[in-house]
């Protein structure tokens, strides 16, 4: 166990909906960052949130949003999904220097 | 910007060996890390070994080590008495000091172990 938790760990969902993948940094970290993988991709930042405010927006969807709630988890919330949404996504948190640590991710699959 | 490269997309190597992946980045700063990571067929990322710049002692975490070449801005990660659990996709990836910014990975290179 990482510290991070991810929930769910598995989703499957229709073209068209919107869902939200929840992630729980590990004791003390202030940073999330979310990240997609898709199949056989590398990983591309989406976006960071410190201390509940956004510092960071990568390749990310208008379709997609983010936010840090006040006790630090975090929620990427997806909508009008697509065929090519369907990807690994992770959430990290980190403390300075010592590099991330990931969650275990969330595979969504769009049919 | 900051970029991280991996120039070999796929390698292999036979149990017990040894092997080395290659990793060079780009950046005009001089605060940052290293990094490398291990994404095994579960598809988790797991961290294997770090590096701060500020170092010039070469990292080891057990059969990992690192040759840091900070002239050169290269970060290759070997791997002695390679063992099939090794198989995986492994990714380099840098972070600049500071609490706030993004960890930028590479491309990744998928590593086989032969038995």
């Known amino acids: 166990d990482s510290g991070v938790t991810q929930t769910p760990k598995h989703l499957i969902t229709a073209t068209g909906q919107r869902v939200t993948l929840r992630c729980s940094p590990r004791?003390?970290?202030?940073?999330v960052y979310w990240y997609q993988q898709s199949l056989d991709q590398g990983l591309q930042f989406l976006i960071h949130y410190y201390n509940g405010e956004e510092r960071a927006k990568g390749n990310i969807l208008e379709r997609f949003s983010a936010q840090q709630f006040p006790d630090l988890h975090s929620e990427l919330n997806l909508s009008s999904l697509e065929l090519g949404d369907s990807a690994l996504y992770f959430c990290?948190?980190?403390?300075?220097?010592?590099?991330?640590?990931f969650g275990s991710g969330t595979r969504l699959t769009v049919v | 910007a900051q970029t991280v490269t991996q120039s070999q997309p796929e390698m292999s190597v036979q149990e017990a060996e040894t092997v080395t992946l290659s990793c060079t980045y780009d950046t005009s700063e001089s605060n940052y890390y290293l990094f490398w990571y291990k994404q095994p067929p579960s598809r988790q990322m797991i961290l294997v070994i770090r590096?701060?710049?500020?170092?010039?002692q070469n990292a080891t975490e057990n059969r990992f080590s690192v040759n840091f070449q900070k002239a050169a801005k290269s970060f290759s990660l070997k791997i002695s008495d390679s063992q099939l659990g090794d198989t995986a996709m492994y990714f380099c990836a840098f972070i600049l000091g500071g609490a706030t910014n993004k960890l930028i990975f590479g491309t990744g290179t998928l590593l086989a172990v032969q038995p």
């Open positions: 990290a948190s980190s403390v300075t220097g010592f590099g991330y640590t």
């Open positions: 004791s003390g970290d202030l940073s």
């Open positions: 590096q701060e710049a500020y170092k010039q």
